[in-house]
């Protein structure tokens, strides 16, 4: 079994739709949850940044954190034919060396 | 620009012929890393670099050697590269301020290896 678990997909909605990614994870050491967002042909970029559980807001986007459920996700408000790219979900342990692992990433598309 | 430079972007070659892809960051960043990419396996780490002269192996290091003699580079050497070599690589580099200190990984824009 992974350590991360994540839908590669794609996953396909229309432009405005609400998008929810999600991954599951099976380490209870990780404290530090991110979202990156990969466009085709370029390298992954951080996107939101969450520690411990709990929500947290950007602009159209919410992370959200389920430690006691070992379950993350993202959601995408409005959704922007922008917004077409793989999303990968990573985490990493406090304390110690921060090895950062990644979930597969998931590839949306958003129909105009 | 803050910015993780890789080169090549591209690059195909034989089996056997050494090869090496070059990795520079202008962040003064402590903390480099190499992954490599791959269809259904997500991001897998290769070697990574807590600070010069400091290296040590990720997951998957088989074949693979990376050095770091100075701050800003982090190449990747593949001595006698093999088709299973092939892949996407990306290269990425992080302020490491203590040994649990976490912040973002700032990644190059990936070199794509194909190996005949």
């Known amino acids: 079994q992974k350590e991360v678990e994540q839908d590669p997909g794609p996953l396909s909605v229309p432009e405005g739709a609400i998008v929810s990614l999600n991954c599951t994870y099976s380490?209870?050491?990780?404290?530090?949850f991110m979202w990156y967002r990969q466009y085709s042909r370029k390298g992954p970029e951080l996107l939101m940044y969450?520690?411990?559980?709990g929500n947290k807001e950007d602009g159209r986007f919410t992370a959200q954190v389920d430690k006691s459920s070992k379950y993350i996700s993202l959601f995408i408000r409005d959704s922007q034919p922008s917004d077409s790219a793989t999303y990968l979900c990573?985490?990493?342990?406090?304390?110690?060396?921060?090895?950062?692992?990644f979930g597969i990433g998931t590839k949306l598309q958003v129909i105009p | 620009e803050a910015q993780v430079t890789q080169n090549p972007r591209y690059l195909i070659t034989v089996t056997g012929k050494k090869l090496t892809v070059t990795c520079s960051q202008n962040m003064n960043h402590e903390y480099m890393s190499w992954y490599r990419q791959d269809p259904g396996l997500g991001l897998r780490q290769i070697y990574y670099?807590?600070?010069?002269?400091?290296?040590d192996k990720g997951d998957v290091p088989e074949g693979y050697k990376v050095s770091r003699k100075e701050k800003r580079n982090f190449p990747l050497i593949l001595e006698s590269p093999s088709p299973n070599q092939t892949s996407l690589y990306f290269c990425?580099?992080?302020?490491?301020?203590?040994?649990?200190?976490?912040?973002?990984?700032?990644f190059g824009n990936g070199t794509r290896l194909t190996v005949t």
């Open positions: 990573a985490m990493s342990p406090s304390g110690g060396y921060q090895k950062v692992t």
């Open positions: 380490n209870s050491a990780f404290q530090y």
């Open positions: 990425a580099s992080r302020v490491q301020r203590s040994m649990s200190s976490n912040s973002p990984l700032h």
């Open positions: 969450t520690y411990s559980s």
């Open positions: 670099s807590m600070n010069v002269e400091v290296t």
